[in-house]
Nanobody
Framework: QVQLVESGGGSVQAGGSLGLSCAAS??????????WGWFRQAPGKEREGVAA???????TIADSVKGRFTISQDNAKNTLYLQMNSLKPEDTAMYYC???????????????????WGQGTQVTVSS
């Protein structure tokens, strides 16, 4: 069973930066490749796709965070990253990483397309 564990959340003032990590484990086939995504959900709001990246290294970023957030991956470590700069109070949310076995081009920001989810890490941005 694939497990995803996020880390790196916390509290920061507006304009600050945070980096999130998501480590995947539980699959033994070294040839497996993943489509990855970061999502966030604020209280009372729907889960929102933030960024996605495929095994080909191509990525997409939601318009709401474009120019401020960067998604990357380390395939050797089965780890996904989200670097968040110039944070705003409206970025406050629980952030989740998600993955699904897929090789190639993956620019998917729809939650239903992902099979595996982490438990989430809280990001709080104060003004």
């Amino acid at each position: 069973q694939v497990q995803l564990v996020e880390s790196g959340g916390g509290s920061v003032q507006a304009g600050g930066s945070l980096g999130l990590s998501c480590a995947a484990s539980g699959y033994s086939d070294s040839r497996s490749c993943m489509g990855w995504g970061w999502f966030r959900q604020a209280p009372g709001k729907e889960r929102e796709g933030v960024a996605a990246i495929g095994s080909d290294g191509r990525a997409t970023i939601a318009d709401s965070v474009k120019g401020r957030f960067t998604i990357s991956q380390d395939n050797a470590k089965n780890t996904l990253y989200l670097q968040m700069n110039s944070l705003k109070p409206e970025d406050t949310a629980m952030y989740y990483c998600a993955a699904t076995f897929f090789c190639g081009h993956w620019l998917v920001l729809r939650p239903l397309e992902y099979r595996y989810w982490g438990q989430g890490t809280q990001v709080t941005v104060s003004s």
